[in-house]
Structures are given as C-alpha cells and as structure tokens.
C-alpha cells in the first residue's frame, strides 16, 4: 500500500473524491427521474392500447420484485457511466473531440453501434452456462414490463455498463454525446421491455438494421434469439434472429394478426 507522504496530495485527492461524489450522486438521481417518468409513460399508454401487447395471453405480476432489484442496477450504471465521464472531464482519457455539427452525429451513431455490439457479446455470454447464473434473475419475466429492464444481477449490471467506462479511453467522444447516449439508452431498454409494441414501423424490419420492442420481447418468450439491442445487424449475420420476427413486427404495423408468433 503506498504511504501518503503529502497532505497537499491527500487533500487533493479528497477534493477528486468529493467532486466524483457529486457527479455520481446527479447521476443516480436522472437515472431515478428517467425510471419513473418512463416507467409511468409507459404504463399509460399501455393501458391505453391493449390492442398492441405483444404477448397476449401472459400476464406479468411481478412487477414490484422487478423493481426491487432497480436500486443495486442504477447504481452500477451511475458508477460506470459517472466513473468514464469523470474520467474524460478530468483528461485521463483520450483528448474528445469539440462538439459541432458533425463530430456530435457521428460519435454518437459509432458510440451506439459500438454498444451494441458490446451488448450482443456480453448478451451471448450470459447466457453460455458457467455465467447464465448472473443473466437467469433477468429472465424470470417470460412476459417482460417496462419495469422488467432493471430486473439484473449486479454483475450483468458491471458487464453491460463496464462499456461507459471503457469507451472515453477509445472514442474521442463529446460529453454531451455520451449524456445523450446514456439517456437514449435508459429510455430505450424500458421501450424494450415494456410489452407493448407502440412503435411498430418497416424501420425496425427486414431490410432496414433497426430492432424494436417485439425483437426483445422475443428474447424473454422464445429466450435464444434476438440477443441485440438497438440493432438486429448481429442477430442476422449469425443467425440468431428468431425466424418470425420480421413478420410479427409487420403485424403490429398492419394490424394482421395471423402473422403473429
Ligand atoms: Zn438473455
Ligand atoms: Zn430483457
């Protein structure tokens, strides 16, 4: 263990300590302001549309024991996502590029292609035996709800999120990128689970790369397709799309439910 020789040093690292504490801190709080609102968004327009729940004929009751396990989720993801911010605002990262009219769309399209392929092999390896015991809590919900996305063990919570920490070292990504990132990526893991196909159109189809609520509700009912996320571009190359898929989200968008599966 090294011996602090200096006060001048100590003290400045508790100065670090207390500056992370409070990006942290505002960190966890958005996360629990992204929950409620969307989980509360979510649940309205569910129960306004009954016509688009995906799996008819399950119901989800576990909705409170899902959301006991969102404290210890939250707070992997602020850690991560506050520990690669931090890092980069300090300049222990890769210098990021300034914010302008191109460098903001273009790191945030790689930054989320990027985790999204994180995503697919994190995703893959949970489910291979010696590490399914961290993914199986997650799959409790055959039927998921909005609720069910911070349904995760600890240790799948660091494995999906250790990508915050990792991506300022590789991308010289704007902050505010990152920020917008993270918040896409809370509201659309909740879209993912929330049973209801709202948004169904031929952009989440063959032969557009984009994924949609039935892609991941898919993976809860029929459990080893559809690993992705924001993208099917994986599950097609290597033939882990469930073979319905395509047409099931084309019922959602024409109302035909013979093609439904
Ligand atoms: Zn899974
Ligand atoms: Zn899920």
Redesign the pocket.
Known sequence: MMAITNTGDADGWVAVAGEFGVLFAVVLLALVIVLVSVGLLFEFLNARHPERKIQKGRTNKRKWKELYRAPGSLAIIALCFSGGLFAQMKGWTITPYPLNWWTGPLFLVVSVFLYDTWFYWI?RL??CKPFYRF?AL??KSLAPTVWSNHNESLTEAFLNQAFYLIIPFILPIPWQMLVLQKLYDQISGMLGHAGFEHFASPAGRRPFPLASTVFHDQ?HSHFAYNYGHTFSIWDRLLGTLYPKYDDTLESFETGKPDKRA
């Open positions: 995703h949970l489910h993914h997650h799959h993976h």
